[in-house]
């Protein structure tokens, strides 16, 4: 399925409707999961829940009480049918994220480096240049799945994940980047550190990034 | 007014109806892990729908009231004694100040509810104070009850005319360490062979001690797929079955993570969430049976009318009533 088919609904339960508008990762198809999050916003329809969006899907989530999964399914067909023209949210906010690379706060970096036969500095640059994408947040609060990875950096997750990963740290997992917002077991590649607080469940909203948003990492000196 | 926990019991913590609004940030729902007897146990004690309440499994917390109070205890194998009288579970009851609480198990306790009249007011995280430990917020500091804590609560002064409401038996979910559960197949029911479709819907699943509030990992007859385990990650309905690369199946409870990468052949219907709740780890044997969508939510629907109309009022209330 490329960006432009028609979407596929699926049924998850009595509760919720999953609308499927791809199935690789792609800017212009997760575009269309974020168009459809904000026709639902518009929309907000009496007994519809939270909808949580991914690379390529939309899980809708409802009162069964309220709707069968037939009349959100109808509904949802009929607000997809003039999707396109809502204005979307392509270019959601640019947030910058300063990160200490290297040593301490980026264990890995060398051995990614040396894979891919480039030097620190190169891989940091690599890093740091493109606008990712933040495609959605899952795994734990506030984690960011991010795309737009140079290939030349692209490697795949630690053949043993660590027991303990710093909160902050900025990792590489196959084609993404991420960071941990929270200290928690992990198998991304760790070629960093922020020090900003990416989820603070006291602020509000408690996560730092959104999906939609666009991220630049800009590279810092000093201890992580 | 409040609760003053003498000893926790086993896994206990604040729950409300859930943490709603943040699934987008990956912030679980939370929430009770038998919605059924968390709302039956609230009912009992007149509170509003999602009031927060205590939860505990297999092993039931002691606590001290500080003054008269209402309390109503429901789950599967458990007990409540007020100062030593023992009281059923399903029932609301009238507590003196300064009386212990003792939740007893009673053969093998699954999830218990202990509702107190005015509800628990510990101060809500976003929204909920459902407490989720994995990331340490909601309920008391986001964490399990210990001995010592207090648990501040309104006061509720007219509750105690209500001692005495029960759910009658026929209006609870049939309970069992063999329950047939029922889920709709899908979303991704094309990933599995059909072989693989009728091993799930066909034999019996051991509930594994790998169960906790995040999810239940099942054991039996492999589930094969057709080309693979894993999907690009999209975001998960409470209720999901998941199938990794080992055929087993691992159904996604409250805590779960809001997003995953693992093939879903079917969602526990939410009528059914509370049998398989209950379940005991190494013992239970969970049979799915698929039903339709709408055969899911009707049931939900009854379920909560059951609710609505099962709850019995002794004639007492009428003369406190009277007299005012």
Known sequence: ?224 | MSLRVVSPGFYTSVQDSGRFGFQRFGVPVSGPMDAFAFDAANRLAVNPPGTAAIEFAAAGPELRTEVDCLVALAGVGFALEVDGVAFPAWMAVRAPGGALLRVVAIDGGGWGYLALAGGIHTPPVMGSRATYTRAGFGGLDGRLLQPGDVLPSLPARDAARFAGRMLLPEFRPAYSTAPVVRVVLGPHEEAFTPAGIEAFIGSAYTLTRTADRMGYRLEGAPIQHRAGADILSDGIALGSVQVPGSGQPIVMMSDHQTTGGYTQIGVVARADLPLLAQCQPGVSQVRFRAVTPDEARQAYIMQQAALERGIWQPLEDTAAFAHG
């Open chain 1, 1 to 224: 399925m490329g960006a432009g088919d028609v979407p596929r609904m699926r049924v998850c339960g009595e509760s919720a409707v999953s609308v499927q508008f791809g199935d690789q990762i792609d800017p212009r198809v997760n575009a269309r999961v974020h168009r459809l999050v904000a026709a639902l916003r518009d929309a907000a329809w009496d007994g519809f829940g939270e909808a949580i969006p991914a690379y390529t899907t939309l899980l809708v989530q409802f009162d069964p009480l309220r709707w069968s999964t037939d009349e959100v399914t109808n509904r949802l067909e009929r607000l997809l049918m003039d999707l396109d023209d809502v204005p979307g949210q392509e270019s959601g906010r640019l947030v910058e994220i300063p990160v200490v690379y290297g040593g301490a706060a980026g264990p890995d970096l060398e051995a990614l480096a040396a894979a891919h036969g480039l030097t620190l500095d190169e891989v940091v640059a690599l890093h740091a240049l493109p606008e990712y994408r933040v495609y959605m947040i899952g795994f734990t609060p506030g984690f960011p799945y991010m795309g737009g990875l140079d290939d030349r950096i692209a490697t795949p997750r630690r053949a043993t994940p660590r027991t303990t990963i710093p909160a902050g740290s900025v990792g590489i997992a196959g084609a993404q980047t991420g960071i941990y917002p929270l200290e928690s077991p992990g198998g991304w590649q760790i070629i960093g550190r922020t020090r900003l607080v990416l989820f603070d469940p006291q602020r509000d909203p408690p996560s730092l990034l959104a999906p939609g948003d666009r991220v630049r990492f800009v590279p810092i000196k000093g201890a992580a």
